[in-house]
């Protein structure tokens, strides 16, 4: 691939996203020294308990679960103003997701004072956990398809247990609703349908930075993509996805020699059809034709994966978080 996502996650070995803003740390708090000592993690997860004492006194629970967790667990746990405030219709609007980018910010804040402070590392986990699922939706944006809100459902239920997974979980449902109740799915379109698309899509050919056949074919394949999702976007919800060519060991394509290659594709009620303007300009081709012109074998090396994931599929040819990589229209 030609880059890592901005804000991509670490959880599987790769950089923390976004770069932390530096800046002189707050004092360390007391309790996340008590917590040091501490032999779990109990203190950090679970929740203020406080039991009301006669006459009206607050008295807390002795016991670890009934401990506060320390300014900085809390910090990771609590959802900044912009998360409380009410939802969209659809749970990924554009103002949800510069909430979810400044919420990305203030927790990279948060663990570059936790790096300073030493802080333990199942207290940075939690925010490290909450930082790894809004990079994965944010990365996915504008999630317009089922499949790729599926995928990313198992991924955010991989990630440990906590607030944060269960809410957004609960979202991505949610999203699941949205896009069956706003692009209800008619069926799959006629290879006349998605022919009659086909001048709409052309500017969105070059979207590599190139010309067509040069490298670039992800950030084409996913131009392409959202330019369905915008002229049409029930089409996107339920029959757009990509084709993912891999390599077993020898370069794809004699001539262009490709590590691997992808191209949109639509699940027409005539077959799939591909939209890759390497090989024509003039329309879309059938998935056999198109992998004979990659020079692979359908059968083993072409997957196809849900669009939303502009990076190729990981080891066991499904999307992992990696695959979540930012999309950046090229200027």
């Known amino acids: 691939m030609r880059r890592s996502a901005r804000d991509e996650t670490y959880a599987q070995g790769t950089a923390r996203p976004l770069k932390r803003a530096s800046g002189r ?6 309790g996340l020294l008590a917590l040091q000592r501490s032999a779990g993690n109990a203190a950090v997860t679970a929740a203020i308990q406080r039991m009301e004492a006669p006459g009206g006194k607050r008295k807390r629970s002795g016991s670890p679960e009934g401990q506060e967790p320390p300014k900085q667990a809390r910090e990771a746990q609590s959802p900044s103003p912009e998360e409380e405030e009410d939802w969209a219709e659809d749970q990924f609007s554009p103002e949800t997701l510069e ?13 570059e004072r936790m790096d300073e402070e030493d802080a333990p590392e ?7 956990d909450k ?12 999630l317009r398809s089922a499949a790729t809100v599926r995928e990313a459902i198992r991924l955010v239920g991989e990630r440990p247990k906590s607030n ?40 969105a050919f070059s979207s590599a930075g190139g010309q067509v056949g040069q490298d670039g074919c992800e950030d084409r394949a996913h ?23 891999t390599s077993s060991g020898a370069r794809l394509h004699a001539d262009h020699r490709w590590n691997h290659h992808v191209a949109a594709s639509v699940t027409t ?11 024509s300009r003039s329309g879309p081709i059938d998935l056999d034709t198109w992998a004979d012109h990659v020079q692979v074998d359908k059968e083993t090396n072409v997957h196809q994966v849900a669009w939303g994931f502009l990076g190729r599929p990981g080891t066991d040819n499904r999307p992992d978080a990696n695959s979540a990589t930012e999309y950046t229209p090229q200027a």
């Open 131 to 142: 930082l790894a699922v809004l990079s994965l939706l944010r990365n996915l944006a504008p």
């Open 122 to 128: 199942h207290v940075k986990g939690l925010a490290e």
């Open 99 to 111: 909430d979810i980018g400044r919420e990305q910010v203030r927790l990279n804040r948060l663990l």
């Open 223 to 245: 131009a392409i993509c959202l330019a369905i999702a915008e002229i049409a976007p029930e089409i996107a919800a339920h029959h757009l996805s990509k084709q993912w060519a």
């Open 164 to 203: 944060a997974r269960t809410k957004y979980l609960a979202k991505l449902e949610e999203q699941l609703d949205y896009l069956a109740e706003t692009f209800p799915d008619q069926g799959p379109p006629t290879a006349k349908t998605l022919r009659t698309l086909w001048p709409q899509l052309a500017p």
């Open 25 to 30: 740390p707050d004092a360390l708090p007391s």
């Open 269 to 279: 009620a005539d077959g799939v059809l591909v939209i890759d303007p390497v090989f």
